[in-house]
């Protein structure tokens, strides 16, 4: 009887240890990696340094990738926080770059989830506002190739993870990327620009 009562205490305090090994998440997402810079084009010029341009409309829904510069982790990230991304490659109209790679492109976390028991890992959702052509005029832009409906719709790019519970009580992972991590943008306007001869 008295074995018993050991047996029966001895499981549970392997099972206390067990669901307190579970609820724990598993280590707090780190930077891994430094951002890789884009390499920006060189502008061709005339014989007195002046730079060569032409007159381009850069059309509402054009595409490219921009590349984050910050490690993100819905741990730490906060609502508000804001975003420094890099055009990763040339937006070229016309045959002349109106859009330079490695300029910047701002954005702003709109939302973030912790992560959480029941499995529930964390998420990250950014929301894209602005990239710069290469005469300095600011171009508004957004996360998606139509433009939707209210001020922010379409403007919102989800970073997420799923991940399966190992147990009921699990907590999920919270959710990190890297620098370098790609979003494809789109302008979000139509804009005359001075691009660079190539």
């Given at each position: ?41 060189q ?73 959480s ?36 719709i379409?403007?919102?790019?989800a ?10 009580f ?27 001869k190539?």
């Amino acid at each position: 009887m008295i074995g018993f009562a050991n047996n029966g205490r001895v499981g549970f305090m392997l099972f206390t240890v067990l669901a307190v090994m579970a609820c724990s998440g598993g280590a707090p997402p780190s930077q891994t990696v430094q951002p890789v810079r884009a390499v920006a084009p060189q502008p061709v010029r005339d014989a007195s340094g002046n730079i060569l341009t032409v007159p381009v409309t850069v059309p509402d829904g054009t595409e490219f990738t921009a590349q984050t510069m910050d490690f993100l982790s819905s741990e730490k990230a906060a609502e508000g926080d804001p975003i420094l991304l890099e055009a990763e490659n040339n937006v070229i109209v016309n045959g002349a770059i109106a859009i330079a790679a490695g300029s910047p492109v701002k954005g702003v976390i709109s939302s973030v989830t912790h992560a959480s028991h029941l499995g529930k890992a964390g998420s990250i959702s950014i929301r894209v506002e602005s990239g710069q052509t290469v005469d300095g005029q600011t171009v508004r832009l957004r996360a998606t190739k139509r433009q939707g409906t209210g001020d922010k719709i379409g403007s919102v790019v989800a970073l997420s993870v799923l991940v399966s519970p190992f147990f009921l009580f699990k907590k999920g992972n919270d959710v990190a990327y890297q620098p370098g991590t790609r979003v494809t943008v789109y302008t979000n306007e139509k804009i005359d620009v001075h691009a660079w001869k190539r």
